[in-house]
């Protein structure tokens, strides 16, 4: 049996941590949907960069947005929105399949709104509304500034990806986020069903502590975090107002393992693939990691509900020098901050293409 569909059965949805223009229009999504059980995916301002700098897949859709008056972050966003909507019908059968809970996309509010609550819900409703797919994640940072806009946004029936989780105590204030949200629909008689999910990142962790970590504990922390972020979704389901919420008809936030590809050339292609393998969680992944694991992954036990060894091992990286809270607080603050550099060479990108194009026009209008 394929190894993605082991790991589909064994409960684990498999998303895409990647889209271009390119590979939905030469099919390439539609195979990995058909061949690796691939039922969602995601984006982030670095991958739209990448896909609207390596090539001319953009500059026609470009050019009519220019003449439609577009520029800067509006053009951005109905570029990405052209891609994703085009990737959300591909998974509606997903998402119908699962009664809403998988078969999802994923787009990124701006991050340069990442300290303002309050601009971050009105950029998150518009876009859901712009989007018009059941199906469109908005996604949100778990910052401190995030948390009460993740709340009201869900409050307002907006699906939401948390995203820029390192921890488990950051992974606990999303979920907190997203159930006051539900039990403030709950209260005033309103669907309790709007879907979420939290991203935990794994692999920065390791980059993080690579040289500052005797040999044998290269590779470990970000899964030994992983894990211990796991044991804490699996007691919150099991919480009574969890279950509550559940009983009143919401889906659960599902726990999502972002930032998989391995970036140690030494450890194994599928690190994080095999060991993050848990019922009821997501694993979004790049294509190169995807295709690795479909080739020659290799599925062992699912991850202990009770975290394994996972706080052992974190104590090891203590008495090394690594203190866990305070490098999750930097890990998210770090994030944030690649992200608005993301953003602002994405916007320059655009700027540049906007400029090309238009000077393309203007040749061919004179020729």
Request: glycine share 8%; aromatic share 6%; proline share 4%.
């Amino acid at each position: 049996m394929n190894p993605t569909r082991k790991l589909h059965d064994l409960g684990q949805s498999i998303w895409l941590d990647n889209i271009t223009r390119g590979m939905l229009n030469d099919g390439t999504l539609a195979k990995y949907i058909a061949d690796y059980n691939v039922t969602g995916l995601t984006s982030n301002p670095s991958i739209f960069d990448k896909a609207i700098s390596g090539g001319t897949d953009y500059d026609e859709a470009i050019a009519k947005l220019i003449a439609d008056g577009s520029e800067g972050e509006e053009l951005f966003f109905e570029l990405a929105l052209q891609d994703l909507t085009r990737a959300a019908d591909l998974f509606k059968p997903a998402h119908e399949a699962s009664r809403g809970v998988d078969g999802f996309v994923s787009l990124e509010v701006s991050p340069l709104l990442a300290d303002e609550t309050h601009a971050t819900i009105d950029s998150a409703v518009a876009l859901h509304a712009k989007g018009r797919r059941d199906n469109l994640f908005i996604k949100i940072p778990g910052t401190p500034a995030g948390i009460p806009a993740i709340e009201e946004s869900v409050y307002r029936g907006v699906p939401i990806n948390v995203t820029l989780l390192f921890s488990r105590e950051q992974y606990l204030a999303a979920a907190e986020a997203w159930m006051r949200g539900i039990e403030r629909r709950i209260a005033e008689g309103k669907s309790p069903n709007v879907e979420s999910v939290a991203s935990i990142f794994v692999s920065r962790w390791d980059v993080a502590v690579a040289d500052k970590v005797p040999v044998e504990l290269k590779d470990r922390l970000g899964i030994a975090i992983g894990q211990r972020s796991y044991k804490a979704y699996v007691e919150l389901r099991e919480s009574e107002r969890w279950k509550k919420l559940i009983a009143a008809g919401a889906h659960p936030q599902r726990l999502l393992w972002a930032s998989t590809g391995t970036k140690d050339p030494k450890a194994s292609d599928t690190l994080y693939i095999a060991a993050l393998a848990a019922p009821d969680t997501i694993n979004t992944m790049p294509d190169k990691t995807l295709l690795a694991f479909a080739d020659h992954g290799k599925l062992g036990a699912p991850m202990a509900k009770d975290g394994g060894d996972c706080e052992k091992v974190i104590a090891q990286f203590k008495a090394a020098g690594i203190d866990d809270a305070e490098l999750a607080g930097k890990l998210q603050r770090d994030g944030a901050a690649a992200f608005v550099k993301s953003w602002n060479d994405l916007l320059k990108r655009i700027a540049q293409k906007r400029s090309s194009v238009a000077e393309a026009a203007g040749k061919g209008a004179r020729a």
